[in-house]
């Protein structure tokens, strides 16, 4: 068999929708065309079906029922609807909001927004395994902390903040009248790991389609309604739908296919989470047992199944995106985005600059094959052996030269 | 980002990679850069002192696909010039050959400055300084005019 290139290794920037979710989706756009705010004829009924089954679907990978979620436009909205609307409705509570330095921006934005009206923020710095524990959060509290912002598992690492542990802690800690609020991005989380809003302690969960092979611009937000129900101050004002969380007239197709993405995703959980992580361990094995200066970023076992972030040290980033362009993936590196700076996660790691200057997140998927593995690795260890060979500061780690001891020239 | 076609054959056959002798009195290193920014280059040239002409030049570089190209290019210009011609290679001819986008022009910079720094050495190791390679170029130009 062939294989079809690029190869597609970027599954936390966006999956390709599976075609079982494009035949849920297909009749809403042409019979089913209704809105699902039509109240008085068939059309409007069989939207707000759709919809409705959407959200069983949601809760059942969830564990939430269907009135506590909140149709959004994905995980931005979401978290942007969580963490303004916490902040605007339980303002005269609190003051104090905690999150970490390495979130999403989606995240990281809103709440620098906040901190500019007034609100006083921790960021929190994880260890250099990336992760962020109970204990962290547990050392930020005060009295006037009212939310409690952390995703579940990293974008660019893969890594798997201790978010159950932190729901334990806070409900321990805390009557429920006064507990913080737990928000959660769990945007790479939900559909790839075992999620339960009420095991896990959870208030608030963000969560987007197009990372779950359905499609893109849906997502919803888990509003936790029973101990203690959360009530947020919506950013969207009009017609009052999402019971007034959210206004506008619902992306009916987009729904249907969330739903029938968190259908698939609960089904097959579990031997996608088996396939992935032998996949994992194929590339990181192959690439590392090659080359013996790659090193694997973020804690070594607690991180998505399908998920790496390996640094090349020695090579530069760009020179190694340009040599591998047959494999689509994303890149620390500094030269491919507009700005010089390296990767702020990986900095938040405390990793040096030319560790993060070369780093390669490959995000495999559900319709990755060995052989796509295979070819990676071949491509990925041949090319950077390459580079090694041209690369004066490998050479002088060679020779037993240590590169910070050396005063480079300011350029 | 597309890179023309000269600078993937370059990444792809890059002439001329290797080490030389630092202490070798023949031999000048020039080294340009820093990781952090994300370039190192170092560029050699191995000078026949009987004739004054660059007999080898070698280089390795960390950086982009542009800087790998730029040095490979440079140490290809390099051989067979004297020190004063290759003193006259400009980052612009680097960037004209390579057809460099704006944002990759810091590469041929870099590159140019690489072998000024090569040149010095050279001529440090032999007593001389860079001024000394163009005292007779009003001559020149005389004689021309
Ligand atoms: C962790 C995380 N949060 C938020 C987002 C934004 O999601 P969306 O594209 O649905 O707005 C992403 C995707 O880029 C993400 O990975």
Known sequence: MSLKLPIYLDHNATTPMDPRVLDAMLPYFTEKFGNSASRNHQYGWDAEEGVDYAREQVGNLIGCTSKEIVWTSGSTESNNLAIKGVADMYGKKGNHIITAVHEHKATLDPVKRLQKQGFDVTWLEPNSDGIITAEAVEGALRDDTILVTIMWANNELGTINEIPEIGKMLKEKHSEK?????????????????TDVERDGVDLLSASAHKMYGPKGVGFLYVRRRR?????????????????????????????????????????????QGRLLKMRTRLEEGITSKLEMAVINGHPTKRLPGTTNISFPYVEGESLMMAIKEIAVSSGSACTSASLEPSYVLKALGLGDEIAHSSIRFGMGRFTTDEEIDYTIEKVVKNVQHLLDMSPLWEMVQEGIDLDSIEWGAH | MAYSEKVIDHYEN?????????????????????????????????????????????????????????????TEWLKGKSLHDADEIKNTDIVQELALPPVKIHCSVLAEDA???????????????????????????????
């Open chain 1, 228 to 272: 203690p129900r959360v009530r947020l101050t919506p950013i969207i004002d009009g017609g009052g739908h999402e019971r007034g969380m959210r206004s506008g007239t619902l992306n009916v197709t987009g729904i249907v296919g969330m739903g029938k993405a968190c259908e698939i995703a609960g089904q097959e959980m579990d031997s996608e």
């Open chain 2, 14 to 74: 890059p002439r001329n990679i290797g080490t030389m002798d630092k202490a070798d009195p023949n031999v000048g290193t020039g080294v340009v850069g820093a990781p952090e920014c994300g370039d190192v280059m170092r560029l050699q040239i191995k000078v026949n002192p009987e004739t004054g002409v660059i007999e080898d030049a070698k280089f390795k570089t960390f950086g982009c696909g542009s800087a790998i190209a730029s040095s490979s290019l440079a």
């Open chain 1, 178 to 194: 006064d507990k913080p609020i737990l928000h959660t991005d769990a945007t790479q989380w939900v559909g790839k790991m075992p």
């Open chain 2, 115 to 145: 072998i000024k720094h090569a040149l010095e050495d050279y001529l440090e190791k032999h007593g001389k300084t860079m001024e000394s390679l163009h005292e007779h170029d009003h001559e020149h130009e005389d004689a021309k005019a």
